[in-house]
């Protein structure tokens, strides 16, 4: 039925206090579904989103299909900036209301574990509303969310960068840390964005509270933030288009899962592509993610994301499919957790009518799965 082994399995699991309980051609259960031949894949896991936010950016959108420029834009006040105002006006609430069906799409799809991103409120206050509602959405959803502390996104109106990073390090991260608000640590490195230095100290303070450490890295330059970070210990680099033979050697020894994002690729019609076939022969592990934001990524689909990973970056079906179960929980460090049909594991599954798994990097749209299983209850 498959035709990529390591996506052919065994006919059979048995779930039981909602965790994967037996795997085999038969086992035993009180209780029996017939899934008639079905495809079932484990749940999916989108790995990178930033979806909880306020506003949205799409008069900005439609200025850059007219051919306006980053400058022309920010005056016509967009740009991650402008989120970060709407996001500071509006009441955790409201933030959990607007990031709910952008949520439920990607659950309609399949995903079974989310994670979210902080980064548009950029002070304590609005940083920890944004970690609030990503938890409320934690307890509200069906479906394993984690959040992501992600202060050092940009560097807010008025502020130099440098006095700004030590506010995150030395005032916010503390605070997220003991009110238990965030379950890994992120930042964006770039010309446009943090430095070297700054990855290092909040590498570091990361280190110090226990908080696995992500990072934005080679989006739009070449910076050495993803070898450095993968030297860092970080569980996952993500973006790496213009990701060098150094970085990948990095990811490689320190086992840094590849996270990669083509919806941003794809939204902002960037040029260069990630080096995906020196992260195949180098053995790093590639996930793929939606990247779902307002601003290079208004994109609430991860099976968009998959198919793209395929036709745009070059990745082969059966990658594309472990892009989007094992490695995107291993880019969260819960390889261990999530991610795949294993004993033990909470029984996340999704059940598909279709001939074979690759069917979901062949057809664009219309595809969504019969049943998805959290924690063995039916969503
Ligand atoms: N890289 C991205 O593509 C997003 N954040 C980041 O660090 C963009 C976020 C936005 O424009 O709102
Ligand atoms: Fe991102």
């Known amino acids: 039925m498959v035709a990529d ?22 086992v035993a259960a009180a209780h029996r579904v017939d899934l008639g031949g079905a495809t079932v894949l484990p749940g999916l896991v989108d790995c990178h989103t930033h979806l909880v936010y306020a506003g949205d950016r799409c008069s900005e959108h439609v200025l850059r299909l ?52 902080s980064g548009y409120g950029l002070d304590l206050e609005n940083e920890l509303k944004l970690l609030k509602a990503i938890r409320r959405l934690g307890e509200q959803l069906p479906i394993r969310v984690r959040a992501t502390f992600l202060g050092a996104h940009a560097v807010p109106r008025g502020r130099d960068r440098s006095g700004y990073v030590r506010e995150v390090i030395d005032q916010m991260l503390p605070v997220v840390a003991a009110e ?6 992120d930042i964006f490195v770039e010309t446009i964005g943090f430095d070297l230095t700054d990855l290092r100290d909040l590498a570091e303070a990361a280190e110090k509270y226990g908080l696995p450490l992500r990072v934005h890295a080679e989006q739009l330059s070449a910076m050495g933030a993803s070898g450095m970070a993968a030297r860092l210990g970080a569980t996952s680099c993500d973006h790496l288009e213009f990701a060098q033979p150094d970085d990948v050697a990095a990811m490689a020894t320190h086992g840094s899962v590849a996270v990669l994002l083509p919806g941003a690729f794809y939204f902002l019609r960037e040029k260069q592509r990630p080096p995906v076939e020196a992260f195949r022969k180098a053995g790093v592990r590639m996930a793929v993610a939606s990247d779902m934001n307002p601003g290079s990524s208004p994109i609430a689909s991860l099976l968009i994301c998959m198919h793209m990973a395929c036709t745009l970056f070059g990745l082969k079906a059966s990658e594309a499919l472990t892009a989007v179960t094992r490695h995107g929980a291993a880019a969260m460090g819960m390889e261990r957790k999530a991610g795949s049909i294993d004993v033990g594991r909470p029984a996340d599954f999704t059940v598909w009518n279709l001939p074979s798994p690759e069917h979901l990097i062949y057809q664009l749209g219309g595809v969504s799965p019969t049943a998805v299983y959290a924690g063995g209850n039916r969503l």
Not at 5 to 26: H, K, L, M, P
Not at 67 to 95: C, Q
Not at 180 to 185: K, S, T
């Open 180 to 185: 238990r608000l965030a379950d890994a640590v």
């Open 5 to 26: 082994t390591e996506w052919s399995g065994e006919s059979c699991f048995a779930v039981s206090d909602g965790r994967f309980s037996a795997i085999g051609e038969d």
């Open 66 to 117: 007219g051919g306006a420029n980053y400058e022309e834009i920010a005056r016509a006040g967009g740009g991650i900036l402008s989120t970060v105002e709407a996001v500071r006006a509006a009441a955790e609430s409201d933030l959990v209301d607007a990031a709910l069906p952008r949520a439920h799409a990607l659950m309609r799809e399949g995903v079974t574990l989310l994670e979210i991103k």
